[in-house]
């Protein structure tokens, strides 16, 4: 059911650079704002890229900046996020653009990679299969820890809602830091020494503020932030020799 | 700088701000104290000359508030102006220990005069 319309301000460029273009969208009840792109894409202009694939926030690929924040747009009701009528969509902050709504999400994942974020099997460091499997009780506090931040697939919201990423482009940023944590505390992990070298310093987790926009955005309500400080405190007491 | 040395720049600024907390606080009360019958020099020096009491805590006051503001401003700089690198942090320790040196002197200063 039609019910108005929409006034939909859409960045539209490259790497180069690029500008804010106009769009009017027929309002509807129980509309995401990826149906307002798709929209735009399908029935106005079909040179506007963006990316989306599972429709349903399983997968993380269509996040944007809408009116400012960053956000799934496929879990997003226009309702809830309209001012006046209007929206205003851009690519997520702190990437590179490659046209239009869709960014280059490389620097991103090259970050969790230079945090260590694969997981090296203690007794297998070849990755082979070990022969038995390691039992991990559930109540034990680092399965917990781990458990915490298992569920991030890698959107991308934190990182444009972080500051320090912006400030400093070599901040490893939210995402990378928060899979080195659920590392940290598997017990099944070898690397847990080089992986927390890795990560601390000015580029890690030692140059977050704690201002937690990561954690007020992460659409899964992981909590990045705490993740950070439980680095923090492990790095601390590693330096006097406290394994924790 | 080495991730390593941030770790230990970090912890240096941690501990030495857990110190900060209480010195202050004793500072703090040490002034509300020395005042009350009217600021003197020769009360001062009444308090602290001979007392190795009072120069170490304002030997140790000094050099942990010299680490805490430099390694502070550090970030600050990095963050605000992108003074980042070895030269940069050489500096920075260097402003530090300078300001703690500063501070360590006036104590002596106090303690000897």
């Given at each position: 059911?039609?019910?108005?319309?929409?006034?939909?301000?859409?960045?539209?460029?490259?790497?180069?650079?690029g500008?804010?273009?106009?769009?009017?969208v027929?309002?509807?009840?129980?509309?995401?704002?990826?149906?307002?792109?798709?929209?735009?894409?399908?029935?106005?202009?079909?040179?506007l890229?963006?990316?989306?694939?599972?429709r349903v926030?399983m997968?993380?690929?269509?996040?944007?900046?809408?009116?400012?924040?960053?956000?799934?747009?496929?879990?997003?009701?226009?309702?809830?996020?309209?001012?006046?009528?209007?929206?205003?969509?851009?690519?997520?902050?702190?990437?590179?653009?490659?046209?239009?709504?869709?960014t280059?999400?490389?620097?991103?994942?090259?970050?969790?990679?230079?945090?260590?974020g694969?997981?090296?099997?203690?007794?297998?460091?070849?990755?082979?299969?070990?022969?038995?499997?390691?039992?991990?009780?559930?109540?034990?506090?680092?399965?917990?820890?781990?458990d915490?931040?298992?569920?991030?697939i890698?959107?991308?919201?934190?990182?444009?809602?972080?500051?320090?990423?912006?400030?400093?482009?070599?901040?490893?940023?939210?995402?990378?830091?928060?899979?080195a944590?659920?590392?940290?505390?598997?017990?099944?992990?070898?690397?847990?020494?080089?992986?927390?070298?890795?990560?601390?310093?000015?580029?890690?987790?030692?140059?977050?503020?704690?201002t937690?926009?990561?954690?007020?955005?992460?659409?899964k309500?992981?909590?990045?932030s705490?993740?950070?400080?439980?680095?923090?405190?492990?790095?601390?007491?590693?330096?006097?020799?406290?394994?924790? | 700088?080495s991730?390593?040395?941030?770790?230990?720049?970090?912890?240096?600024?941690?501990?030495?701000?857990?110190?900060?907390a209480?010195?202050?606080?004793v500072?703090?009360a040490?002034?509300?104290?020395?005042?009350?019958g009217?600021?003197?020099?020769?009360?001062?020096?009444?308090?602290?000359?001979?007392?190795?009491?009072?120069?170490?805590?304002?030997?140790?006051?000094?050099l942990?508030?010299?680490?805490?503001?430099?390694?502070?401003?550090?970030?600050?700089?990095?963050?605000?102006?992108?003074?980042?690198?070895?030269?940069?942090?050489?500096?920075?320790?260097?402003?530090?220990?300078?300001?703690?040196i500063?501070?360590?002197?006036?104590?002596?200063?106090l303690?000897?005069?």
């Amino acid at each position: 059911m039609e019910q108005g319309t929409l006034r939909v301000s859409v960045w539209r460029g490259d790497a180069a650079g690029g500008a804010p273009q106009f769009y009017e969208v027929p309002a509807r009840a129980n509309q995401t704002v990826l149906d307002v792109v798709t929209h735009i894409q399908r029935e106005i202009d079909p040179s506007l890229a963006y990316r989306f694939a599972c429709r349903v926030g399983m997968c993380g690929s269509c996040a944007m900046e809408v009116n400012g924040r960053a956000r799934w747009t496929c879990r997003t009701h226009v309702k809830k996020v309209a001012q006046d009528g209007t929206l205003e969509l851009r690519p997520l902050a702190n990437l590179p653009v490659i046209r239009d709504l869709a960014t280059d999400m490389a620097p991103f994942f090259d970050k969790w990679a230079r945090a260590r974020g694969t997981f090296q099997p203690k007794d297998a460091p070849d990755g082979a299969v070990p022969a038995e499997f390691h039992i991990v009780p559930p109540a034990t506090p680092k399965r917990q820890a781990a458990d915490a931040g298992i569920e991030c697939i890698g959107c991308g919201v934190c990182y444009a809602s972080c500051d320090i990423v912006a400030w400093n482009p070599e901040y490893l940023g939210p995402a990378a830091l928060n899979r080195a944590w659920t590392l940290v505390n598997d017990v099944r992990d070898g690397a847990r020494q080089e992986r927390l070298a890795v990560v601390a310093g000015d580029a890690g987790c030692h140059a977050c503020h704690s201002t937690q926009s990561c954690t007020e955005r992460c659409p899964k309500g992981i909590d990045p932030s705490g993740a950070i400080a439980g680095l923090k405190r492990t790095l601390f007491w590693n330096v006097f020799g406290v394994s924790r | 700088m080495s991730t390593r040395g941030g770790t230990h720049l970090w912890v240096a600024q941690r501990v030495t701000a857990m110190f900060l907390a209480v010195a202050v606080l004793v500072h703090l009360a040490t002034i509300l104290v020395a005042v009350r019958g009217g600021l003197s020099a020769a009360e001062i020096l009444g308090r602290t000359r001979g007392s190795a009491a009072w120069l170490a805590f304002y030997a140790v006051f000094a050099l942990a508030a010299g680490l805490h503001g430099a390694i502070g401003l550090r970030g600050i700089a990095a963050e605000w102006l992108g003074w980042r690198g070895r030269g940069f942090d050489a500096a920075w320790l260097t402003i530090g220990l300078l300001t703690a040196i500063f501070g360590i002197y006036a104590a002596l200063g106090l303690y000897a005069a």
